[in-house]
């Protein structure tokens, strides 16, 4: 079925794109900088792939689930929304890894040093 994977990439982003925007980890924090982000990731990627293409170490696979749609040799559509998710995606679980590490910090700092010594018994 043609687009499917295509159709995969898009789901999964719009899941990331409801948890960003539940606990607002990135875009929903600070749209600009997320945009920014996601933008230089996906050109240096989009580099990286233009050098293994040319090299001969990437090549593009024949699936049935690619649109058939190519931005250039070797280079489907579907690998600019790849990375594109891939990066968003890097930055949504850096922010929430990031949110959970300060509250344990925060956490660990407020208790007592009695709770503290009570802990490492």
Do not use: N, Q
Request: charged share 20%.
């Amino acid at each position: 079925m043609p687009g499917i994977y295509l159709l995969a990439i898009l789901v999964s982003a719009a899941g990331i794109a409801v948890i960003d925007a539940r606990f607002r980890l990135a875009a929903w924090r600070a749209p600009l900088r997320t945009a920014g982000a996601v933008a230089a990731g996906v050109v240096f990627f989009l580099a990286w792939d233009a050098v293994g293409i040319t090299t001969g170490v990437f090549l593009k696979g024949d699936s049935p689930a690619f649109t058939g749609i190519d931005i250039a040799p070797d280079l489907p559509l579907e690998e600019v929304f790849f990375l594109t998710f891939l990066c968003y995606l890097s930055l949504v679980v850096w922010a929430g890894a990031m949110r959970v590490l300060s509250a344990r910090s925060r956490a660990a700092h407020d208790e007592t040093p009695r709770e503290s010594e009570e802990r490492r018994a």
